[in-house]
């Protein structure tokens, strides 16, 4: 744990993405893609290790580096001439940064300090530096909106505010997690934030600007110090450490037995992770791999692990929608990618007999789900929706609810069902789980409908 407070310079760290997306719960991974993941490597800030990047538009990001720069575009993909640098911190290194909109950024730095700015593009005039941590590193930071920011040192502390450029007398510090130090964090919505910790540990509030108490520590990671986490919604999460192991979660604060712990990169040390999605998550390593997936809850061989930047260490990636990747390194380079991850053709994934036609479809389509029998029998599909944890503490958990059932009878081979056979109409925006028996065996996969 020493050796990666000292390292912390060199290498730091909504509901709905549109379109049917398909959450693998049980079986194999994603197909292979039809063509290679395309990254390309450009100096923007040479001689500089770049910290951290957040995007919060395809028109719009912003980096952040160990001189206390922020570098700018608004044009990611053209290339090193479109970044421009502005010294905004003085000399001290920025750890990480949160853009929640166009028109606010809030990066931190190495001396507890939050460094904003409602013009990101701008000189260093426009960005304005508050001490708001004493002299504790503030290593990582989420904005889910302009009136919420979370960040999170190295002594178990998050600080918060609702009012991120009101000044000093607006930001709260809590301590939270004992002596661990806490390295990412990640709010998908102003009612749950998910941090990390170097001890393996996840820790979740459904009021991130509450008290010690409204913030819970589980162990999901055993002795693996956990270093980025990207929640693309409130019932999603992927973390990653630094044993190559991705750490997921469809309930985030349903306890350890919620997580799941997959090897997706050998030995390498995964230092970030973005999902723009809940069907694309792109993880960045220190030997210059970005590993992306099109289904984050997918055993091992749904992640692909690609050299995308020789020898330099990648230390945090911004996906702001599944076409457009933005990683930076520990050499001062920006690596673009407007495919980090090609989904298959025909289908998104096959579980246990049981999938999702690919395809775009959204409210009052029809879902299409292929299910594959090895001989004549009698099929139910059941559809669940998720309910989301509501009250405070227990008194309603996250759960799925049914909301319709078709029985048909099977022949041999190729079934296909489809949702319309259910008052498709009642099937609002939202994440379903759909189950389909047949033979005696149950197979599950889960899906989103875009409103």
């Known amino acids: 744990m020493k050796d990666a407070k000292q390292g912390i310079s060199h290498v730091v760290r909504r509901w709905f993405a549109g379109a049917v997306c398909l959450l693998a719960w049980i079986g194999a991974g994603a197909a292979t893609a039809s063509t290679p993941p395309r990254w390309t490597v450009a100096p923007v800030d040479v001689a500089n290790v770049l910290n951290g990047v957040s ?6 990001c912003v980096a952040v580096d160990g001189r206390g720069a922020v570098v700018s575009t608004t044009s990611p993909t053209r290339g090193a001439r479109a970044w421009t640098a502005a010294d905004a911190d003085a000399g001290n290194p920025l750890l990480g940064v949160s853009c929640p909109s166009t028109l606010l950024c809030v990066a931190v730095d190495e001396r507890g300090d ?33 009136t919420l920011c979370v960040a999170v040192n190295l002594e178990g502390d998050v600080v918060t505010s609702t009012d991120p450029t009101g000044g000093a007398k607006t930001w709260t510090v809590t301590h939270v997690d004992g002596s661990n130090s806490l390295y990412g964090v990640s709010c998908p919505a102003a009612f749950l934030c998910t941090a990390v910790d170097g001890s393996g540990d996840v820790v979740t509030s459904t009021t991130p600007t509450g008290r010690a108490s409204s913030w819970t520590v589980t162990h999901v990671d055993g002795s693996n110090s956990l270093y980025g986490v990207s929640c693309p919604a409130v019932f999603l999460c992927v973390a ?57 809850t997918g055993r091992a061989g749904a992640w692909t692990a690609a050299d995308v930047d020789g020898e ?109 056979r259910l008052d498709r109409h009642s099937l609002a925006a939202g994440s379903y789980e759909a189950e389909v028996s047949a033979g005696g065996t149950a197979h599950q996969v889960r899906f989103t409908i875009d409103g």
């Open 55 to 60: 995007c919060p538009s395809t028109s719009l």
């Open 240 to 296: 990653v450490d630094l044993d190559g192991d991705v750490v997921r979660s469809i309930d985030p604060t349903g306890g350890a037995a919620a997580w799941s712990v997959t090897r997706v990169d050998g030995s390498n040390r995964l230092t970030g992770v973005s999902c723009a999605s809940i069907s694309l998550c792109a993880a960045v390593d220190s030997t210059g791999h970005a590993v992306t997936t099109t289904n984050p």
């Open 114 to 146: 939050v460094v904003t700015s409602t013009d990101p593009t701008g000189r260093a005039r426009a960005w304005t530096v508050t001490d708001v941590d004493g002299t504790d590193p503030l290593v990582g930071v989420s904005c889910p909106t302009v």
């Open 312 to 420: 330099d260490s990648l230390g945090g990636v911004s996906c702001v929608v599944p076409s457009l990747c933005i990683a930076v390194d520990s050499s001062g380079h920006v690596v673009t990618s407007t495919s980090p991850a090609v989904a298959a053709p025909t289908h998104v994934d096959e579980v246990a007999g049981l999938s999702v036609l690919a395809g775009t479809v959204r409210f009052g389509t029809p879902v299409t789900f292929k299910i594959t029998l090895l001989a004549a029998a009698r099929i139910t599909l059941q559809v669940l929706r998720y309910v989301p944890a509501s009250g405070r503490g227990d008194r309603e958990k996250a759960h799925y609810t049914s909301v319709g059932t078709i029985t048909v009878s099977g022949k041999d081979g190729l079934n296909r069902l489809r949702l319309d």
